[in-house]
């Protein structure tokens, strides 16, 4: 037979089969325990955070044996793959993740709950609280995140007293728009959650034990309302604007345009590298009561379908749960600890002290899936009301959708 | 092919065996290199088929498994033989052909009857487990246990050292606690007579049957049970659910309430309330069902679809027709500057479609956009904020990027077109219109028909342009999913399976399966129809 270009495709071709088959199967992943492989944690990683915890997993490895593979994975992509391998009985032993993730890993039964035991009163309560799920520990915390005001201290000496007053400020400094805030076309409830509640109105009521009910829905609280309203005339004052995304606020506060920028600490090193005298404010709040905003918290969960998990519970709770550990993931990513002991020390750091500071009120994120439907309606409805829709019933409206879908 | 050999013995008087073998011999005489090249490339294959085998077995793969080592055997057994000389082109194709299409399709139809999604995601087993774990709620006010794990004969047990009075006690699953002397370490017990303690590596060992441990703390089930979850420390626990395995029930020990297995994939109370997780079952066509009779669904799938439609046919007879408009006009002998014009038109082709939709995007903001500011002078449009408006400003965009394509095919067709057809077009005293319309045109379809079907399929499945423009906004108000004005069904059903917090693959997929249907039966009637249009030429 003549052997020419297809014999080539052919060999691509069987080679693709095979590689592609045997890549299909051979995933990095843990295979079937078998005495050899059961002490070996695989830990799936935010691909940022694994020099972070190099140390920590080889220091393990010293103590008990237990060898400590760190996989590092794409920050978007963590939580689907795991909710998809979890059950295959071939993902991993530990996961890095968030806690609003909890009501969906939860649902899909792929965490198995962790016993804090007497380790539990060293955490912050916002990360404790954020870590449980229906009465349940599923999570162990080692960060705490939330928003603040970034404020240029070049142009405004001075921290805000309060919302009038921080524009206001920023009008004598000559800035157009003197306070920034990421939105969007669907709207970005999350940054503006702190003003909401400082109107009185959470997204949910908590039960006695402070797991959040889904049953008692308090948006549609006369505070609610009241909320909508002002957002109204802030929109049409041109505050709040749908059209600033987060690109368009970073670039008016490096440029000086803005000198307030409702924020996280994601964004600080941004300002500071762009030589920006950065200083961190409490969130000015409309009203009389403090701008609480939603605190969220990064942890490990453990897998329910690990067949490790002994290893897995000492590794979270008697080894990340040590200070020396939260510092060192502290020191690669710039978030709050949320072990008591290692957030004081993390708050010598000015910028640190300052979202500490704020995460005092802070609030944990909802991770009940009723929150799914929440947040379905909420950045619209926000958006149409900055947009000069009318604001009692667009809330109104809000608040029905909600409650239709969570029933 | 080895008989080729034989032919070297040639004897004086060949027998018909022997001349045959001389035939193949002096066919093949020039071919040696041929051959051997085609072993080496055979080796490469099977050498790559064993190292994945080899990989799978390790794995424990064993369907993957057979069914490579079933391909190589064919794929060595077709090259080899003699025979299959069409299998021989065929073979390639077809294998990448059930790789990349045919499983993909059918995994996908697959999950469509499933109830795959959030809250059905693994097997029943796993979500009694899961559902058996998450109901054990901690004693109040119970302390922490210093425990020890310890073995007899195979069976686990739990010593355990009552914190209060530092009194040790021993029980096993079956067996409820009871006291005994145990050594002592640092007030904590680690030894007692009779049973073997573990060591941590021993614990991890068996880690499983560690997790399954759970000691009564008294011949009273309502006390709760010992638990550990690392081996060191132990704790006190009571369930809220009670799973009857013969009666395939879960049953709420607080309010009494049962729950059963309905066939819906969860254990569901009379009331129809469900616990999840449950499980993935099958659930035939409830899908595709939902698809169609759910208002809230249905309202925002059909306007989806309808402006899918609009927007695939609007999109490739906008981008033709003003290719081709262009393509004529550079036709004309006396245009100037042809190759400056020829470059600056391939321009939008040569942008990657990704980045030309963002910068739109950027460039369409009410606020702060480019369009808006500088060459409108401040103006307010809502160009994508605006239902209509952000329709119109996705097909624009989409005609910018997708004309220079169009130009440069309307060129090369339109060089195919023989001079003398107009030449004899203007003889018999007919418009330059009338020469286009019953003329050029018909001649030009034949082409560039299938390039016109293609493009269809391409703008019905766009997703990279609506995902990247518009978001699919703005957004419908009153949908239970989060689909938009500007969504076509592609990212309908992105949204439907990959955001939010109730992921839906099984619905997703029936979506998927249905826009298959369509676009095949439109890609099989158009080229049934450019059949006709041959028969021109």
Sequence with gaps: MKVNKKSWLALG???????????????????????????????????????????????????????????????????DDFIQQAPTGKGPDVVMGAHDWLGELSTNGVVAPIELGDSASGYLPVALQASTYDGTVYMLP???????????????????????????????????????????????PYHLYPFQTAFGAPVFGTDAEGNYDPTDLQMGDPGGFEF????????????????????????????????????GPWNVSAATDAGINVAIDPIPSPTSAP????????????????????????????????????????????????????????????????????????????????????????????????????????????????????? | MTDTLQAETAEKTPTPRQRSAARIADAAGGRLRWVALKIALLAIVDAVALYAVFVLFLH?????????????????????????????????????????????????????????????????????????????????????????????????????????????????????LEPVDATME??????????????????????????QLAVPYSSDPNDGAIRTQDGQKGYLYTSTLVYDADADTMTDTATGTVYTDTGEGAFTSESGEQLLPGWQVFVGFDNFVRAITDASIRGPLIAVTLWTFVFAIVSVASTFFLGLLLAMLFQNK??????????????????????????????????????NQVLLGGAEIPWLTDPWMAKFSVLLVNLWLGFPYMFLVCMGALQGIPEEVNEAGVMDGASPWQIFRRIKLPLLLVTVAPILIASFAFNFNNFNLIYMLTGGGPRFEDATIPVGHTDLLISMVYKVAFTGQNRDYGLASAFTILIFIVVAVIAIISFRRTKALEELS
């Design chain 1, 13 to 79: 071709g069987v080679v693709a089969v095979t590689v592609g088959l045997a890549g299909c199967a051979g995933t990095a992943s843990d295979p079937k325990a078998t005495d050899s492989s059961s002490s070996t944690l695989t830990v799936w990683v935010d691909s940022e955070r694994v020099d972070a915890l190099k140390g920590a997993a080889d220091a393990y490895t010293e103590k008990t044996g237990v060898k400590v593979d760190l996989v590092g994975k794409d920050v978007s992509k963590i939580k």
């Design chain 1, 142 to 188: 080692y960060a705490v995140e939330n928003i603040a005001i970034l404020r240029n201290a070049d142009i405004i000496a001075e921290p805000a007293t309060s919302f009038d007053d921080m524009i206001s400020k920023g009008q004598a400094a000559g800035l157009a728009t003197p306070f920034v805030v990421e939105q969007g076309t669907e709207g970005n």
């Design chain 1, 228 to 263: 909508a309203n002002w957002l109204g005339a802030q929109g049409a004052a041109g505050n709040f604007n749908t059209d600033i995304d987060g690109d368009i606020a970073k670039t008016k506060f490096l440029s000086g345009e803005a000198a307030f920028w409702l924020t």
């Design chain 1, 291 to 407: 701008a609480q905003p939603f605190a969220g918290v990064k942890g490990f969960f453990v897998s329910s379908e690990s067949d490790n998990k002994v290893a897995a519970n000492d590794f979270l709770v008697n080894y990340i749960g040590t200070e020396d550990v939260q510092l060192d993931l502290f020191k690669a990513g710039n978030v709050l600890p949320a072990l008591t002991a290692a957030a004081d020390t993390a708050a010598s750091d000015p910028i640190i002290a300052g979202f500490q500071a704020v995460g005092a009120d802070a609030v944990p994120m909802p991770a009940i899936p009723a929150m799914g439907s929440v947040w379905q309606y909420w950045g619209i409805a926000e958006a149409a009301i900055i947009n000069g829709a009318d604001p009692t019933t667009t809330w109104q409206k809000l608040v029905d959708d909600v409650s239709a879908a969570i029933k």
């Design chain 2, 60 to 176: 424990n793969e064993w369907l993957v498994l057979t069914l490579v080592t079933a391909v190589t055997i064919l794929v060595n057994w077709i090259y080899f033989s003699r025979r299959a000389i069409p299998a021989k082109y065929l073979t390639p194709g077809i294998i990448l052909l059930v790789v990349f299409q045919i499983f993909t399709l059918t995994y996908t139809a697959y999950i469509g009857f499933t109830n795959y999604g959030t809250g059905h995601n693994g097997t029943k087993d796993q979500a009694i487990a899961s559902l058996m774990r998450s109901s054990l709620v901690r004693v109040e006010d119970s302390p922490t246990f210093e425990v020890t794990v310890v073995e007899r004969v195979g069976e686990l047990g739990l010593l355990v050292t009552d914190p209060t009075d530092g009194e040790a006690s021993l029980g096993t699953n079956q067996k409820p």
């Design chain 2, 186 to 211: 640092g007030g904590k017990a680690v030894a007692v007579d009779g049973w073997t303690s573990l060591t941590f590596a021993e614990v991890l060992g068996r880690s499983t049957e560690v997790e």
């Design chain 2, 334 to 371: 006396r245009m100037r500057f042809k190759n400056g014009y020829r470059i600056m038109l391939i321009l939008p082709y040569a942008f990657p479609a990704f980045l030309g939709a963002l910068v739109w995007a950027g460039m369409m903001n009410k606020s702060f956009g480019f369009i």
